[in-house]
């Protein structure tokens, strides 16, 4: 058509394809108000993505949830708290596990969010059942998610509990001992005494633990000789 960019007369699902290398979004959310075909194609890029990280973004509950609930094909999720910081809330974590990546979802970060407790990390984790690698460290969950974690996430693998001080050894024991795949645990900075590694360890001889306050990893090594 006479007139018409040439930008416009690229097919929907090429656009789709060029907004998906777009990591920026301000960028993503500046050319969705461009029209209305934009507006379909970075929606369609959010489906075909498999991995969004939030860190360095300022989001907040309602631009995290709108997002992903385009984004159908998501693997990985990422929306620790960095130097801006993500604003999220309870409130946030109830509407993002309403979004049907969710249940495929196999690793999430919700690193140093001190803005949640267990009610919202147990509505996210509830429906995340594929989950095979969280890091929920630097935040104020008890073992209340943990035990939420050991009834959802049969297939978790490894899980960061950095300076999680309110989980206790009740806790990491359901855990281990519930999630039998599970390889590697960071407990760093929590305030759970050494004597419960071991225990750990008795339940999952194979499990990789770095404990609070000393320079090395525990493993099966440490083991009692009977």
Same mark, same amino acid.
């Given at each position: ?22 990591? +920026? ?38 631009? &995290? ?7 159908? +094909? ?7 708290? +960095? ?7 309870? &409130? ?13 979802? &196999? ?22 059942? +594929? ?96």
């Amino acid at each position: 058509m006479e007139g018409e960019a040439e930008i416009d007369r690229l097919p929907l699902d090429l656009l789709a394809n060029i907004f998906v290398l777009i990591t +920026s979004f301000t960028d993503l959310a500046q050319a969705s108000g461009v029209c209305r075909k934009w507006k379909q194609g970075v929606r369609q890029s959010l489906g075909r993505r498999e991995s969004l990280s939030f860190a360095g973004w300022k989001m907040d509950d309602d631009s &995290t949830a709108r997002l992903l609930r385009y984004a159908y +094909s998501l693997r990985d999720l990422d929306i620790s708290r +960095s130097r801006w910081g993500c604003q999220i809330s309870d &409130t946030g974590l109830y509407r993002i596990s309403l979004a049907k990546c969710i249940s495929n979802l &196999t690793s999430i970060s919700l690193w140093g969010i001190t803005g949640i407790t267990d009610k919202g990390v147990v509505h996210l984790i509830s429906r995340a059942n +594929s989950l095979q690698h969280l890091n929920i460290g630097g935040t104020f969950i008890t073992d209340e998610s943990l035990y939420a974690i050991a009834n959802n996430c049969p297939h978790l693998k490894t899980i960061v509990l950095w300076s999680c001080r309110h989980v206790t050894e009740n806790g990491l024991l359901v855990l281990v001992n519930s999630c039998r795949k599970l390889e590697s645990i960071n407990v760093w900075g929590t305030r759970v005494p050494v004597e419960c590694f071991i225990a750990l360890l008795t339940i999952s001889p194979a499990l990789q633990i770095k404990p609070k306050g000393l320079p090395f990893n525990v493993d099966a090594s440490m083991l009692p000789v009977i």
